[in-house]
């Protein structure tokens, strides 16, 4: 029966005869690993995966990568490919190498390992065939720890960067002491939701203010879900001492609000952001005086 | 866990075994200290300080339920791996009454009318996770989780 | 009395200073109670600013003073929420409904010289 354990040699059941074959592999490998290694560094810079290398590094790496991977087929063990893995993942992302120079290297290795035992054992096709048994699977267990790792990172990445924009794309700007303008743009989740609460409550918390104007004109889907996160945030803002004005709201919007139950009487409401500014003006006790210099120029145009 | 951090959990009256920290649950006052320890817990695994106060309140929805319901109980925290993410684990564990009907508890306006106050929903709403097991007679046990968010 | 209470004029200012347990909050209540029908107080600002989490409990029971108060002709100011308190708050349904707030002492002060609520605690 075929064990298959994890780190161990795929697909092979262990006794003598597989054992010194390995060991024959391996041998083999070290003893041309200079030819070999030499023809990697070729082709790969033929298929222009070595761009951006210097010559130093490609020296460096490849001696390493061709080492580890003879390792992984000797002990059966791919801790070592791992965390190689990961390293050059987090280097290759920060370099922007694409996923085919980042992969097509190793295939490449892949390929020349591969020809190397045809060349060795082409006079015997048994041997081959056994030989190609135990190569395979230890030549695909690496290539996918390699794949896995670049995704890996590539997805953290990609995390970063909507967390940035997430960040970017909702801001509380101070309009004037005491007042803060927040207008939302775009669908909200509730991840997002609780960023633009929790940046709220400390724009709120920074700048002592009374008023928020919460502008959703740009929300653009209006459940019941997105209703329930923008009254959280209006309750949040409440218990740090802020009034929320919401400008913006639809007529439908107003309908949903209550049919999830929302008491609209609770909720300060106005039309739009303009009004809300007044009624923020208002509540915190500033009064816009327009003076006779823009009075005499509003009359003229 | 590290002999200084064992030394100062154990100070604030709690008791530690390989991993796990033991809150016993005797009267209201443990109720803080079940929601202290398991804030400093969370912060050791690197959860944002938001986080750190969602987890330390819903730890005092449920050790405060213990405390009416059950008069006595024991809140158990540990953390737990999933993948690559870390989280933390809240066991609140009582052999009191027991809840005859757990669907009915878990809805919020129930629980508020019956002055169980926001409980159990509440604590849900707070945690990625919530599982409760309750016998009439037996007692009740709470297994609640939330997963640190990574942060790239 | 854990918790230090200062009378400035016709109001009262307490200031927690660590968690507490439940019936050290009872008794804060009931002494603030007390001191406003003895000084016939105005006002009662409470701030919450140290505590790191309020839970149900203390909800009930700030909302429960609040409206002590009222009954005995003073507004009771709850100031100091932290924002990640704040937060935790609304997630789990306590939105302290019909109690004034104030980011912290000062506005809280603010609030009650003004007299008038605003659009602060609208939503009974």
Known sequence: MRQKTEGQVLGQPKDGGTESLVRELVAHFREKREPLRRQWVEQMTGKGFLAGLTPEETERESATIYDTCVGCLETGQYDGAQAYASKMAERAVLRGMTTEQAIGGLLTLRDVYGRSLFERYQGNMKRLSEALDIYEPVANKILSIVALAFIDEREKVVRQQLEAIRELSTPVLQLRAGELILPIIGMIDTQRARQITEGLLRAIRANRARVVVMDITGVPAVDSKVANHLLQTVQAARLMGAAVIVTGLSAEVAQTLVTIGVDLSSLNTLSDLQSGIEEADRLVGYRVITTEATMARNAET | ?152 | MEVPILRQGNYLIATIQAALSDAALLELRDELVERVGRFRARGVILDVTVLDVMDSFTARTLRGMAHMTKLRGARTIIVGIQPEVAFAMTQLGMTLEGVETALDLDGGLAALRRGTKGGRDRGR
């Not at chain 2, 819903?58 to 953390?79: D, F, P, Q, T, W």
């Open chain 2, 1 to 152: 866990m590290g002999v200084s951090r064992r030394c100062a959990a154990e100070q604030r009256g709690a008791a530690t075994v390989a991993g796990e920290i033991r809150v016993a649950l005797d009267s209201e006052a443990d109720i803080v200290t079940a929601r202290q320890q398991g804030r400093a817990l969370a912060a050791e695994l690197g959860f944002s300080s938001g986080d750190l106060t969602l987890i330390a309140t819903a730890i005092s929805e449920v050790a405060r339920n213990i405390v009416a319901y059950a008069k006595r109980g024991e809140i158990v925290l540990s953390h737990a791996n999933q993948g690559s993410r870390r989280g933390i684990v809240v066991v609140a564990r009582d052999e009191g009454p027991g809840i005859p009907d757990i669907a009915q508890a878990m809805q919020d306006g129930y629980s508020t009318s019956h002055g169980l106050g926001f409980g159990l929903p509440g604590a849900k709403r707070l945690m990625d996770e919530f599982d409760i097991i309750s016998q009439v007679g037996k007692g009740t046990t709470i297994v609640m989780k939330k997963w640190a968010r990574r942060h790239g």
